[in-house]
């Protein structure tokens, strides 16, 4: 019998609201597939991508998780430093999804306005921490079987 699938949100409280709203699609869309999951805080999306690398080395033999969701916001304010965190965020995390062969769902939002980030994480609109989950789920699903059509 197959374990029950684990999965760890890590998740940049910087824009509390927006980032809870994002936990809240993610957190239904697992539930709905009777998946495990527990939740780290890190102080900004700089950080997701170096807390995931820390808990991949900490369990070298076997992860403690089939898979990782990033969910935090960037919002674009007046100077170049929108575009270091949303380049080096995304970067981080796809490096060590290939590096690590490890399922990795992207749901740090990267916006130009407050309006955008509510849209995108309203669980009742685009919530894009839902998406981020299925994005998980689906390279889980990948890694797991052996069968192609």
Do not use: W
Not at 10 to 33: E, F, M, Q, R, W
Not at 44 to 54: D, H, N, Q, S, V
Not at 67 to 82: P, Q
């Amino acid at each position: 019998m197959k374990n029950k699938t684990n999965v760890l949100l890590v998740c940049s409280p910087y824009y509390k609201n927006i980032t809870n709203n994002l936990i809240k699609g993610a957190s239904d869309l697992l539930n709905s597939n009777a998946v495990n999951f527990k939740i780290l805080y890190v102080p900004g999306a700089l950080e997701i991508g170096p807390a995931i690398k820390l808990i991949l080395d900490k369990s070298l033999k076997k992860s403690l998780f089939d898979g990782f969701i990033a969910l935090g916001c960037v919002i674009k304010g007046e100077t170049y430093h929108f575009e270091i965190v949303s380049n080096e965020s995304s970067r981080s995390l796809t490096d060590l999804s290939l590096n690590y062969s490890i399922p990795i769902g992207n749901g740090i939002l990267t916006v130009s306005n407050k309006d955008q980030a509510i849209k995108r994480s309203d669980p009742k609109q685009l919530n894009k921490g839902a998406d981020a989950a299925l994005a998980c789920l689906s390279l889980i699903n990948i890694k797991n079987n052996t069968k192609y059509e």
